[in-house]
Antibody, heavy 115, light 110 residues
Framework: DVKLVESGGGVVRPGGSLTLSCAAS????????MHWIRQSPGKTLEWVCL????????HYADSVKGRFTISRDNNKKSLFLEMKSVVHEDTAIYYC????????WGQGTAVTVSS | DLVMTQSPLSLPVTLGQPVSISCRSS???????????LIWFQQRPGQSPRRLIS???KRDSGVPDRFSGSGSGTNFTLQISTVEAEDVGTYYC????????FGQGTKLEI
């Protein structure tokens, strides 16, 4: 089964940090660029960032640039999102997504920024 | 910044009837490689999104042929020929190249 499983969400104070993880299985992880996409409560989807297949390049939405860092470990079939200096607007469900070929989404992990 | 605008935002439908959702981009999505990277997603209640259509009109594997996409440049449309109960949910268009940008979503309700 092709699967993505996110973890690491939780409650974090404004200005705090959190790292999300995504475990991939059932496909050749290192052959695909990977995305993080988030969805605020009751709101639309927002693309957050993208990492290339080999981990050499990353792209970020302006809303997270300089605060979030995407990384991957192809040997461990894992994708990560390090979130720093979080703000209330970062409250969302964060999805790990494989877009090329057949798309695959995880079930999401919820991040709540609250004091 | 590029903006994707969907209409309507809410769409009451009748089973068996056709529906049409519009997506407009503030800039042309026609790419220099000759392709247009416009994607449609479906999100059923309580589920993660799934892609229905890529590059304007290419249906993903397993997507029923009652779903079709069309358009070019800045104007795109998702059509469902005959709505079924399982189609209830929210539909999003997305610019499928950097920076990826979603529309606000169109909620289909029966």
């Amino acid at each position: 089964d092709v699967k993505l499983v996110e973890s690491g969400g939780g409650v974090v104070r404004p200005g705090g940090s959190l790292t999300l993880s995504c475990a991939a299985s059932g496909f050749s992880f290192g052959d695909y660029a990977m995305h993080w996409i988030r969805q605020s409560p009751g709101k639309t989807l927002e693309w957050v960032c993208l990492m290339s297949e080999d981990g050499d390049s990353a792209h970020y939405a302006d809303s997270v640039k300089g605060r979030f860092t995407i990384s991957r470990d192809n040997n461990k079939k894992s994708l990560f999102l390090e979130m720093k200096s979080v703000v209330h607007e970062d409250t969302a469900i964060y999805y790990c997504v494989k877009m090329r070929g057949g798309d695959v989404w995880g079930q999401g992990t919820a991040v709540t920024v609250s004091s | 910044d590029l903006v994707m605008t969907q209409s309507p935002l809410s769409l009451p439908v009748t089973l068996g009837q056709p529906v049409s959702i519009s997506c407009r981009s503030s800039q042309s999505l026609d790419n220099v490689d000759g392709k247009t990277y416009l994607i449609w997603f479906q999100q059923r209640p309580g589920q993660s999104p799934r892609r229905l259509i890529s590059k304007v009109s290419k249906r993903d594997s397993g997507v029923p042929d009652r779903f079709s996409g069309s358009g070019s440049g800045t104007n795109f449309t998702l059509q469902i020929s005959t709505v079924e109960a399982e189609d209830v949910g929210t539909y999003y268009c997305m610019k499928g190249s950097l920076p990826f940008t979603f529309g606000q979503g169109t909620k289909l309700e029966i």
